[in-house]
């Protein structure tokens, strides 16, 4: 199982990132796929879930802000983050559980700044 995350970076506040994470080595369209974050000097906060169906799930903290989707013939996991804060500064992983292990990439650094 692989996941590699891309896509983050330094934005003004109010500005907008979409994120991707590539994965290989497990069926992709058959897997519930997560984003999760961490901020400086805090612990992992789960951001947004996408069942293989399609249905997806967010913390309260980024309804209306954060979109989550899938292209299943990509192996593409996908973030799409608008009006972001300050306080979404955070290194930003995608996960997936295949059976009962859990599986992450490396991160992506996204900086919210002016």
């Known amino acids: 199982v692989h996941l590699v995350e891309s896509g983050g970076g330094l934005v003004q506040p109010g500005g907008s990132l979409r994120l991707s994470c590539a994965a290989s080595?497990?069926?992709?369209?058959?897997?519930?796929m997560s984003w999760a974050r961490q901020a400086p000097g805090k612990g992992l906060e789960w951001v947004s879930g996408?069942?293989?169906?399609?249905?997806?799930y967010y913390a309260d903290s980024m309804k209306g802000r954060f979109t989550i989707s899938r292209d299943n013939a990509k192996n593409t996991l996908y973030l799409q983050m608008n009006s972001l804060k300050p306080e979404d500064t955070a290194v930003y992983y995608c996960?997936?559980?295949?059976?009962?292990?859990?599986?992450w990439g490396q991160g992506t650094q996204v900086t919210v700044s002016s």
């Open positions: 996960n997936t559980r295949i059976a009962i292990k859990g599986y």
């Open positions: 996408i069942h293989s169906d399609g249905i997806t």
């Open positions: 080595g497990f069926t992709f369209s058959s897997s519930a």
